[in-house]
């Protein structure tokens, strides 16, 4: 008689259904599921992730460097003018002999723009 049982085809199913039921009862629990494995953090090698925020301040330093130089070849050179701000206790003919000195203006100009000044 339990050869028959055996053979039946409901017999079969209720086995197959449990079988996974019974593998899935045998499985390790889930608790260490997201814990530190072997070779993570300092345990193997992990010491070596000190270097990423070293390679990152010299990611940027590098990238500076680059564009730095680029922009100013890309945008030629900045001609500043020449700025002409009296320091105190300076004269306007002290500021007029600087730049007849410096040959900005010529004799002719010279003497009239301190004719004009009143000195």
Do not use: C
């Not at 814990?35 to 953090?41: E, L, Q, R």
């Not at 009296?86 to 009239?112: C, H, M």
Request: aromatic share 10%.
């Amino acid at each position: 008689m339990r050869k028959d049982l055996m053979r039946s085809p409901t017999a079969i199913s209720a086995i197959l259904a449990l079988a996974p039921g019974a593998a899935w009862a045998q499985a390790l629990p889930d608790a260490d599921r997201y814990a530190y494995g072997p070779g993570m953090m300092w345990w193997g090698g992990g010491w070596a992730m000190i270097f990423g925020p070293l390679f990152m301040i010299l990611f940027f330093v590098v990238l500076v460097a680059a564009v730095l130089p680029l922009t100013r070849w890309l945008g030629g050179a900045v001609v500043m003018p020449p700025h002409h701000h009296a320091l105190p206790g300076r004269s306007p003919v002290d500021i007029l002999k600087e730049r007849f000195a410096r040959g900005e203006i010529d004799k002719n100009e010279f003497e009239e723009r301190r004719r004009v000044l009143g000195d």
